[in-house]
């Protein structure tokens, strides 16, 4: 059977993208570790969750990525509280194409991409 080891995401700018996904999701870099190319991020204080891999990524940002994260809140208020939360840190709002008449999610850009969807 196999299971997901790491969600890999590609960013270009390393301290940045370990800054930001930190502090979204109370994350560590495993080991301490931060390379230049490449780092990997776990649940702090041992907690359990599917490892983030950050990569280094020169690829160009796609308009529709083909690849994002669901996060999810408890409810309607937390929602709009996290959001707030995340554009403090940096995400950005996207005025998505594809949003349903009436949507039940937001959707927001990394701010180390500026267009990787989650």
Same mark, same amino acid.
């Given at each position: 059977?196999?299971?997901?080891? !790491?969600?890999?995401?590609?960013?270009?700018?390393?301290?940045?993208?370990?800054? %930001?996904?930190?502090?979204?999701?109370?994350?560590?870099?495993?080991?301490?570790?931060?390379? /230049? /190319?490449?780092?990997?991020?776990?649940?702090?204080?041992?907690? !359990?969750?599917?490892?983030?891999?950050?990569?280094? !990524?020169?690829?160009?940002?796609?308009?529709?990525?083909?690849?994002?994260?669901?996060?999810?809140?408890?409810?309607?208020?937390?929602?709009?509280?996290?959001?707030?939360?995340?554009?403090?840190?940096?995400?950005?709002?996207?005025?998505?194409?594809?949003?349903?008449?009436?949507?039940? %999610?937001?959707?927001?850009?990394?701010?180390?991409?500026?267009? !990787?969807? %989650?």
């Amino acid at each position: 059977m196999l299971t997901i080891g !790491s969600l890999v995401l590609g960013v270009s700018d390393m301290p940045r993208a370990v800054a %930001f996904w930190t502090a979204v999701l109370d994350y560590a870099p495993r080991g301490g570790l931060i390379e /230049d /190319d490449w780092t990997v991020l776990v649940p702090a204080g041992g907690g !359990s969750g599917v490892q983030l891999a950050l990569g280094l !990524s020169e690829s160009p940002v796609q308009e529709h990525p083909r690849v994002h994260l669901d996060l999810y809140a408890g409810d309607a208020a937390d929602q709009a509280a996290e959001v707030d939360r995340l554009v403090a840190l940096g995400a950005g709002r996207v005025d998505w194409d594809l949003y349903p008449e009436d949507p039940d %999610f937001v959707v927001l850009a990394d701010p180390n991409t500026s267009n !990787s969807y %989650f």
